[in-house]
């Protein structure tokens, strides 16, 4: 069953919505100095924060909750939706949950009601009437599957509405764990760049308000036309092009439609030695014989690896591109890699673009991957 984006909002280390998608447009790299860590110790220096001035680490440790709480009000009221008069559930998709303030907690002595670290009291504490919050925790796909999951609530006549969300907050540990991998600190996200160093975090939030499409009415921001899931534990942190293919082509059964008719891709294109190629590779499998195959753009060289909220900060991302008709490039890329060269990758400048449909792909460690296929009318 198709379902229609009717309320959106995101946070990034660029600021709100039409700041993001401004920086984006400029191929800005919004990547700074990392603070509240020791930057020797954990061998990376740099990172995509939230720049909020009142942002005091020490006062208010919860900074995922309190982005994902402002994105779904957002969210929920340009949609208009009222929970006291419907049933509003909430799903919200994160990797990392409020894992820094569990590490302050255990290093610092700064206590933390557990649970907080679910984000239902985030939540109600703006949306006190919704009728659920459900925390899914699946790595960088989680937003996807909380979409998925959405979905599913419409589709079951289980709600009148349903908001899908996804938040991070940089952690020491998930830090220290890409430093371990690294030979020397990451200095840039270069998705599918030659000679590309690693991946950096970055943070956020994201929300979207999902409607039956029959029941939206006029001037949905999209349409989900279907979300594949596949989980191939082929390794703890390796992609699977297997399961990355079979994810890509769930989410066409689904949504009906062909490799010809996708237009768009937003890569999950992390920066690094693995997935760049992998999911390259997928895409041939799956794009060949639909030449010239779609255009295909990532936004983490511009907002760092988001985590939990990536799929549905890409989500909008292609949303935006299919309507305003422009398709960012990918910042830091120049010169990709040769297991791309097949790939119409968008590089230097934004690309036009009359696609009516994208797809938005989403991977996780363990192989939990979700693509999403979504349309529009402009």
């Not at 930057?39 to 680490?57: K, P, S």
């Not at 979905?151 to 991070?168: M, R, S």
């Not at 390796?238 to 079979?246: C, K, S």
């Amino acid at each position: 069953m198709h379902v229609a984006i009717t309320g959106a909002d995101l946070l990034t280390c660029h600021g709100g919505t039409d700041a993001t998608f401004a920086a984006l447009a400029k191929g800005v790299d919004g990547s700074q100095d990392l603070r509240f860590y020791d930057t020797d110790r954990i061998n990376v220096t740099r990172g995509y924060h939230v720049d909020d001035t009142a942002d005091d680490e020490e006062e208010l440790p919860l900074r995922a909750g309190r982005w994902l709480a402002r994105c779904v009000l957002g969210a929920v009221r340009q949609a208009g939706v009222d929970p006291a008069a419907e049933r509003v559930s909430v799903i919200v998709g994160t990797g990392l949950r409020e894992l820094r303030a569990m590490e302050r907690w255990a290093v610092d002595g700064v206590p933390v009601r557990r649970r907080d670290l679910h984000f239902t009291t985030a939540v109600r504490e703006v949306l006190p009437e919704v009728t659920e919050v459900i925390t899914v925790s699946n790595a960088c796909s989680a937003s996807g599957h909380a979409l998925a999951l959405a979905q599913d609530l419409l589709a079951a006549g289980e709600a009148d509405a349903v908001v899908a969300a996804g938040c991070d907050a940089m952690s020491e540990s998930m830090l220290t764990m890409i430093g371990r991998v690294a030979d020397a600190p990451t200095p840039a996200l270069r998705p599918f760049q030659e000679g590309r160093a690693g991946v950096l975090l970055g943070e956020g939030a994201v929300a979207v308000v999902l409607r039956r499409a029959a029941d939206a009415g006029p001037g949905a921001l999209a349409t989900v036309l279907a979300t594949g899931l596949s989980c191939d534990a082929h390794h703890e942190t390796a992609p699977d092009v297997g399961g990355i293919v079979e994810a890509m082509r769930d989410a066409h059964r689904r949504a009906e439609v062909t490799p010809h008719d996708i237009g768009l891709v937003l890569a999950h294109g992390t920066g690094t030695a693995l997935n760049d190629p992998t999911e390259a590779a997928a895409l041939d499998t799956v794009f060949a014989g639909a030449a010239p195959g779609p255009l295909v753009t990532g936004i983490k060289g511009a907002i760092g690896h988001t985590s939990g909220s990536a799929a549905l900060m890409s989500l909008l991302v292609a949303a935006w591109a299919m309507r305003s008709g422009s398709v960012p490039a990918t910042a830091g890329l120049a010169e990709p890699i040769e297991a791309a060269a097949g790939l119409r990758l968008v590089i230097g400048e934004p690309a036009p673009c009359d696609a009516r449909v994208a797809q938005v792909n989403a991977f996780g460690f363990g192989g939990v991957n979700a693509v999403s296929v979504i349309g529009v009318d402009r």
